[in-house]
Nanobody, 132 residues
Framework: QLQLVESGGGLVQPGGSLRLSCAAS????????LGWFRQAPGKEREAVLC????????YYADSLVGRVTISRDNAKNTMYLQINRLKPEDTGVYYC?????????????????????????WGQGTQVTVSS
């Protein structure tokens, strides 16, 4: 059974940083296209970033460019999302997701997948609250 479990959320002051974790079981992370998404209160879920398993092409949401990085620990089968310079508008539930179907090379395919949120496996989410 494919499963993703997020952790690391919490209350953070504006300007602070946070690292979210996404642990996978039932599959190997580096063989999947991976994504992070978030849903703010009263809003639709939106893409944060997605990274292609084919060539590592990475799509970043405009509002987070320069403030987020993705990393992976293959030994732990876990990926991480580091968010810096947090803002109140970053508040929301953060989800990780995985898609096993291989993508063509390049940025456009992973961007398209990310914006469509067409991933087969999703975690349950972790709450991030940015407030003073």
């Amino acid at each position: 059974q494919l499963q993703l479990v997020e952790s690391g959320g919490g209350l953070v002051q504006p300007g602070g940083s946070l690292r979210l974790s996404c642990a996978a079981s039932g599959f190997t992370l580096d063989r999947f296209t991976l994504g992070w998404f978030r849903q703010a209160p009263g809003k639709e879920r939106e893409a944060v970033l997605c990274i292609s398993s084919t060539d590592g092409a990475t799509y970043y949401a405009d509002s987070l460019v320069g403030r987020v990085t993705i990393s992976r620990d293959n030994a732990k089968n876990t990926m991480y999302l580091q968010i810096n310079r947090l803002k109140p508008e970053d508040t929301g539930v953060y989800y990780c997701a995985g898609e096993k179907a291989p993508l063509p090379r390049g940025l456009l395919p992973v961007q398209r997948l990310c914006l469509r949120q067409d991933f087969e496996t999703w975690g349950q989410g972790t709450q991030v609250t940015v407030s003073s």
